[in-house]
């Protein structure tokens, strides 16, 4: 069983940076493929940007050149490293993992983590202007 937990949202000014965090446990993150997901309030979920076993990385479009993922394999810990925050970038966010994944990063992102098995209970972000 592989188990997540996210922290590090709050809320931030337009423009600003947050760090989120997604310590997993029961499973290495190295052979996991992992991703950020969020959802705004009345959307659908969203893929945000995942990176796959292989460190491979795919983003939304809308977040990219502003987010960044990267695991730290010592910490058993995701990051999704955010800048630039906009206003619609307010949305709980929520850190989702599978195991030997093959469907790829970029179908993970563009359907919003439809088949990951795993997931975190969400963190908040709020960008206000």
């Not at 705004?40 to 977040?63: F, T």
């Not at 990051?79 to 906009?86: D, E, I």
């Amino acid at each position: 069983q592989v188990q997540l937990v996210e922290s590090g949202g709050g809320s931030v000014q337009a423009g600003g940076s947050l760090r989120l965090a997604c310590a997993a446990s029961g499973y290495s993150v190295s052979r996991l493929c992992m991703g950020w997901f969020r959802q705004a309030s009345g959307k659908e979920r969203e893929g945000v940007g995942v990176i796959d076993s292989d460190g491979s990385e795919s983003y939304a479009d809308v977040v990219k050149g502003r987010f960044a993922i990267s695991r730290d394999n010592a910490e058993n810990t995701l990051y999704l490293q955010m800048n630039s925050l906009k206003l619609e970038d307010t949305a709980m966010y929520y850190c989702a993992a599978d195991t030997y994944y093959s469907s790829g990063g970029a179908f993970a992102v563009s359907s919003g983590g439809s088949d990951f098995g795993y997931w975190g209970q969400g963190t908040q972000v709020t960008v206000s202007s």
